[in-house]
């Protein structure tokens, strides 16, 4: 089945059904639990999607808030495939995360902070999808956030600041990166092989030239997430230029933040929000508005990548 194939097929409630169920395998009462969260399991889906749809035909203005929720529809659709009960509790209704409530005359996006809360959605879904209990950062910058989104590497570019490098491609055996940056995270080349080594699989061999080394790797790399990250349109793997900015979590993680602190912009910080979308004078304006573009895109692409992977692991194919 092709990935971006996969929602198409969800949005039959008895092909949701039949999903459910083999996601089930080793759960007591598998058939009536597929049955029970079936057409709840095809309608977060749908109506994620949807908020999708309806944000980019809306004003920018918007967009933040109806992006955000199609995001924690598709979340709780794919939680659903890992916890049948899910929600368990009203608690987990919130969102898990909060953001300063009144913004400083000086404020600076860029530095704009998120902290994570011990309930809600947030820190259920990085506990049962990425195994953090509870997560490893008490608070998150948006520069920090931003600063690890490939396709957003060009704009970081244009304000002299090189946040991610190449370091090779999906489906290859190798990676290569620059010896200077070694001297950005001051560790020696063998103590950041070693930093990374959980990351990736197993490695063969590491060669070192003049101004690079290269890690041969004994399998290619079918996916990857933090700290390396995946440019949605040409495959490429980028790995954070220093450890100021080293997120070595799901980039699905910082797009949630991120999404949460503009819709809390865009719903709270009316005057800030308005002048930006109009008078677009702050410089962080262009990051913004092509994060948001390619959250549009990235999120629901890698949501599905991770539905049609447990599929395929469920079916053996």
Partial sequence: METNQLFTHLS??????????????????????SYQNGPTFMHYLQ????????????????RPVLYFYGMVHLLKGWLLTKRPDYPESTALLAHGVTS?????????????????????LFPYFVRHIYQFNPFPLEKASMRLLLANIPEL?????????????DVGEINNKQLVFPTSILDHYHLTRNAFVHRIRPFLPPIKEVKEERTLFRIDLQNVIMQAD?????????????????????FPYSEIIAHYLILYNLS??????????????????????????HFLEVTRRKIPYLIEKELHSIYSDCNGK
């Fill in 12 to 33: 039959a409630q008895e092909n949701a059904q039949s999903f459910l169920r083999t996601c089930y395998q080793n759960i007591d009462e598998q058939t009536k639990k």
């Fill in 47 to 62: 109506h994620g999607l949807q908020f999708y749809k309806n944000g980019e035909e809306s004003s920018p203005i918007v």
């Fill in 100 to 120: 300063r409530k009144r913004k400083r005359k000086d404020y600076q996006f860029f530095e704009d902070e998120v902290k994570i809360q011990q309930q809600g």
């Fill in 153 to 165: 590497q060009v704009l970081w570019n244009y304000q002299q600041r090189e946040t991610l490098i």
């Fill in 226 to 246: 933090g700290p390396f990250f995946v440019h949605m349109d040409n495959q490429r793997l980028y790995f954070p230029t220093s450890r100021d900015i080293y």
């Fill in 264 to 289: 809390m912009l865009c719903r709270y910080e009316t005057e800030w929000w308005g002048e930006l979308m109009v008078s677009k004078e702050d410089r962080a304006y262009p990051m913004i508005e």
